[in-house]
């Protein structure tokens, strides 16, 4: 692997960057502490980005409009939910680390947390949901090579 990394002629430049990000995220294989490493390094960045940016201040509530016709009749409703604002005071308590916490554990196994979001905040969910189970995956592999020998 050391070898196909730094060859420049035998490699395609993609096989040597997806070989050297093997290298920097978890040695290899062999090193499962690594990729844990980096695994929790990556949660705790996520719910820090989640607790500033992409939790909203308030969770949006449904409002329903509507209008009922003189002498009775179909009464037709819609149904509208505000956008999710970010706040503006306290972002860091314990409430909002909860709900961070959740969303980001929730991520690691490519489920979606069902908590309304802002626009930041999704897309820190969406990057979270690429790059944790990767990083979870690269544990399992290195702690299954250290089993089978």
């Known amino acids: 692997?050391?070898?196909?990394?730094?060859?420049?002629?035998?490699?395609?430049?993609?096989?040597?960057?997806?070989?050297?990000?093997?290298?920097?995220?978890?040695?290899?294989?062999?090193?499962?502490?690594?990729?844990?490493?980096?695994?929790?390094?990556t949660m705790l960045v996520t719910i820090v980005l989640l607790m500033g940016f992409g939790l909203p201040k308030d969770s949006p509530k449904q409002e329903a409009t509507g209008t009922v016709p003189p002498g009775g009749g179909k009464v037709t409703l819609e149904i509208d939910k505000a956008d999710p604002q970010n706040p503006t005071g306290e972002r860091f308590t314990g409430k909002r680390f909860e709900k961070a916490l959740n969303v980001t554990l929730n991520s690691v196994v490519f489920r979606s947390s069902g908590q309304d979001l802002t626009t930041a905040g999704t897309y820190v969910e969406m990057a979270s949901r690429v790059a944790e189970p990767a990083l979870l995956g690269l544990a399992v592999l290195a702690v299954r090579n250290r089993v089978t020998r």
């Not at 196909?4 to 070989?19: I, K, S, V």
């Open 1 to 41: 692997m050391e070898m196909r990394r730094h060859d420049r002629t035998g490699t395609t430049r993609a096989e040597r960057g997806l070989l050297h990000s093997y290298w920097m995220l978890s040695g290899y294989g062999p090193r499962a502490s690594r990729a844990l490493g980096r695994l929790t390094v």
